[in-house]
């Protein structure tokens, strides 16, 4: 059974570099979700995407945040020119709308460190 | 909208003994959820519980049980028989069934366990 996997897992990066993360749902769920996390928080919600439609974002996802899900199955969410306040723990969550109670799996997550 | 109240920020229990972890929220929805996720250093959010605004009985699902008292507007949750594994952070997480989807989390409660 394969949950849903992120890539990569840790990622160190220098303010302005761009950045890409990819994350892998579980294989039937129609539903993708990103969430960035920062220390002492709980998750925020970025976006989310239905098959390949990106239907709602949040207003954390700057200009300068981008996510696509080109086939409907894995996702990337790219951060071009990347700040210091970027770094977090950036969660990837699916789910299927026509589960028990729509719940939502997450994945490992991606450490982002902006220096 | 929604609000979810964890009030408490840190809790500690005795390896064996149960513990309940507190949840209020204020939502004027007739029909709604609330998720209970679990959070372990390792950053992966693990589904643990759901509770249905409309379900007669209380949610249980193994060691974890919801007190659920929706006059009160509480879910809190039960934790029988702690385990060392069981140190994490957890969040109480309300789902609206119109919405779409996407979770809104708290500060959540740290959970330590004593050997």
């Known amino acids: 059974d394969t949950g849903v996997s992120q890539d990569p897992r840790h990622k160190i990066t220098k303010r302005g570099q761009n950045v890409t993360f990819r994350c892998d749902p579980i294989?039937?769920?129609?539903?993708l979700y990103w969430y960035r996390q920062t220390l002492g928080q709980g998750p925020e919600f970025l976006t989310y995407?239905?098959?390949?439609?990106?239907?709602?974002k949040s207003r954390l996802l700057s200009d300068r945040f981008s996510a696509e899900r080109p086939k409907g199955s894995f996702s990337t969410l790219e951060i071009q020119r990347t700040e210091q306040g970027d770094s977090a723990m950036y969660l990837c969550?699916?789910?299927?709308?026509?589960?028990?109670?729509?719940?939502?799996?997450f994945g490992p997550g991606t450490r982002l460190t902006v220096l | 909208a929604q609000k979810i109240t964890q009030t408490q920020p840190g809790m500690f229990v005795q390896e064996k003994e149960a513990v309940t972890l507190d949840c209020t929220y204020d939502?004027?929805?007739?029909?709604?959820?609330l998720f209970w996720y679990k959070q372990p250093s390792s950053g992966e959010m693990i589904f643990l519980i759901y509770?249905?605004?409309?379900?007669?009985q209380n949610a249980t699902e193994g060691r974890y049980s919801l007190n659920f008292q929706k006059a009160r507007k509480s879910a809190n949750l039960v934790i029988s028989a702690s385990q060392l594994g069981d140190s994490a952070m957890y969040f109480c997480?309300?789902?609206?069934?119109?919405?779409?989807?996407?979770?809104?989390f708290g500060k959540g409660t740290k959970l330590s366990v004593k050997p």
């Open positions: 509770q249905g605004s409309y379900d007669e």
């Open positions: 939502t004027s929805d007739q029909s709604y959820g």
């Open positions: 969550a699916s789910s299927l709308t026509s589960g028990t109670y729509n719940e939502q799996f």
């Open positions: 294989s039937e769920h129609n539903r």
């Open positions: 995407f239905q098959n390949e439609a990106q239907l709602e």
């Open positions: 997480v309300p789902f609206h069934g119109g919405s779409q989807g996407n979770l809104i």
